[in-house]
């Protein structure tokens, strides 16, 4: 299912580094073919390092998602036969509080899921900041 979910989000993040791409001034390119910079040197120095908050920006925002395996995915080939190897905690979390009734536990665990998700958002934004400098604050 992680194959699956990550073809699911690979139109979003082609669109977004396209968009990254085509907004690096033209300029910078001839400048560098001027001074004699070939493609794997202009790729080196200014693509990347151009690209470097976009690719901080996705990632701290795939962090955020990083415990989440595709709730719809998964459910719709859900059955009690693959419990033991196809739970994830979403699905634990929707058997627990809502076919069985165990409000608190069911809560308890979708809490513990959202401080850890918090606490990876938090240790990427701190990690982006040391890295590239990027702080959104």
Known sequence: MSLSDVW??????TVVYLAAITSIDPGLYEAAVVDGAGRWMQTRRITLPLLAPTVVLMTVLSLGNVLNAGFDQIYNLYSPIVYSTGDIIDTFVYR????????????????FKSAVSAVLMILSLFLADRLVGYWVF
């Open 96 to 111: 627990l509080g809502i076919l069985q009734a165990q409000y608190s536990v069911g809560a308890a665990v979708g809490l």
């Open 8 to 13: 699911k989000g690979f139109g979003f993040g």
